[in-house]
């Protein structure tokens, strides 16, 4: 049964006041802002000031409300938030991915002890509706892999760039101006956010709690114009793509990357801030989730989904995580890259196993390298693929390792929609 919502928001920034909208303009599902504590108090509102406060316990000490709204851009601050709220006993919401990503099981922890429930639907691809779906829907399916575009503000980039022809630091701003990017953007373009939202989407997946400084994430802030002829000579787009997969019945594993998509991929024609999730089951097969991925109104979409859920008293189960079978997160794989650098040492050093081709990029001059390097390895030198100014594309074929065994892997394949 329905119960009378009364919230306490955090945050009235770009998630926040896009909430607020949605709410107002929602028919059928009546639910009270009672108060919204945010940081600046010297910032113009567009609404009263009555309703806002600068001190979090207004929120959390006042017994009225019932269900805590965390849509702050703080991660540190957000955990105090969010945790107090649940062990106060309130149920919260939140969009904070990087939050949940790394506190995940001890805010699982949290919610089981004291009976209380946290959602966040909001913090993984926007408003595409993936983790009630992996929870409900794919219960007992016998899920594969799940993969695709989780971050709207790279993508938005990419397709500047690429399809546009727009200089990179030029579609950056756009991203900034229009609300996609995240305050702090390299959380974008270096594949974190994307990472946070995989980590996530693995645990409901996999019922794995991968820890993110465990997990590689090599993002698009070294793109060279370069790059983009490179994958234009071969057919190809480059694309920010999330993975989890599947290795065999004990494993799983999980990376972002830029990828280069043939014209046949699905991902190829995703563009500009929208998210894509592909999902890879034994039964039901392939499936694809095309939606909006940041911005106020589509994210606020998807709070607005947990609110009213919540006053049905949904919480997620964590179904993957109790089944009997667990998985364990493997780095048993090697990838298949192409690898752009200035940096004649890291070719050698890197640790390829393979190589099948060596070039000069005709038009920053600078070398490439396509062959496969352990994800291991990957990992050791993600520091320095940045720091040097290279770029990594994986092209979506990866090996993976068993013993002396080694068994290829398409992960690009199209998924035949
Ligand atoms: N933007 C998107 O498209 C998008 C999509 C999905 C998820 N998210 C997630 O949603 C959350 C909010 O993002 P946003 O884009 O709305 O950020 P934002 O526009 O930068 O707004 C952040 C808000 O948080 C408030 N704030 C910061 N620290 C605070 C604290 N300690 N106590 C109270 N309020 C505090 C700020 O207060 P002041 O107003 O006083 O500065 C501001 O209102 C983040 O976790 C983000 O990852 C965003």
Do not use: W
């Amino acid at each position: 049964m329905e119960h009378q919502v009364k919230i306490g928001l955090f945050g009235f920034g770009c998630v926040g006041q896009g909430l607020y909208d949605v709410l107002s303009q929602s028919r059928g599902f009546r639910t009270t802002i009672k108060r919204i504590v945010v940081k600046d108090p010297s910032k113009k509102r567009s609404l009263p000031a009555s309703m806002f406060a600068y001190d979090k316990n207004e929120i959390l000490n006042d017994p009225e409300i019932n269900l805590v709204v965390e849509l702050i851009d703080n991660a540190k601050d957000a955990y105090e938030i969010v945790s107090t709220a649940l062990r106060n006993g309130k149920n919260v919401v939140s969009a904070n991915k990087k939050m949940i990503a790394e506190n995940f099981e001890e805010l699982v922890r949290l919610q089981h002890e004291f009976g209380t429930s946290l959602l966040y639907e909001a913090s993984s691809c926007g408003s595409i509706p993936i983790l009630r779906n992996l929870e409900e829907y794919y219960d007992n399916e016998l899920l594969r892999a799940v993969s695709g575009i989780f971050n709207g503000s790279s993508n938005y980039i990419l397709t500047k760039v690429q399809n546009e022809h727009l200089d990179y630091a030029t579609a950056l701003r756009q991203a900034q101006e229009l609300g996609f990017a995240e305050s702090d953007p390299t959380l974008d373009v270096e594949g974190f956010d994307a990472k946070y939202k995989l980590v996530i989407i693995t645990g409901h997946t996999f019922g794995v709690f991968a820890r993110p400084e465990d997990v590689l994430n090599l993002g698009i802030g070294n793109l060279a114009v370069g790059d983009v002829e490179f994958a234009q000579s071969r057919g190809k787009r480059i694309r920010l793509v999330a993975n989890t997969f599947q290795l065999d019945d004990q494993r799983i594993s999980l990376f972002v990357t830029p990828r280069l998509v043939a014209k046949d991929d699905q991902l190829y024609n995703v563009n500009n801030e929208y998210n894509a999730v592909i999902l890879e089951a034994a039964f039901s097969d392939k499936q694809l989730f095309v939606g909006k991925g940041a911005g106020g109104h589509p994210t606020g979409s998807a709070v607005l989904s947990d609110i009213s859920a919540n006053a049905y008293h949904y919480r997620y189960e964590y179904k993957k995580y109790h089944q009997q079978a667990r998985f364990t997160y493997s780095t048993e794989i090697e990838l298949e890259v192409y690898l752009r650098s200035n940096d004649p040492v890291l070719f050698d050093e890197i640790g390829f196993t393979s190589i099948s081709e060596r070039g000069i990029n005709y038009v920053s001059g600078v070398n490439y390298v396509i062959g496969t390097i352990g994800l291991k390895d990957l990992i050791r030198h993600r520091e320095r693929i940045n720091a040097s100014g290279s770029f990594l594309a994986a092209t979506g074929e990866v090996i993976v390792l068993d013993g002396s065994r080694k068994e290829r892997k398409q992960l690009s394949e199209s998924v035949g929609i």
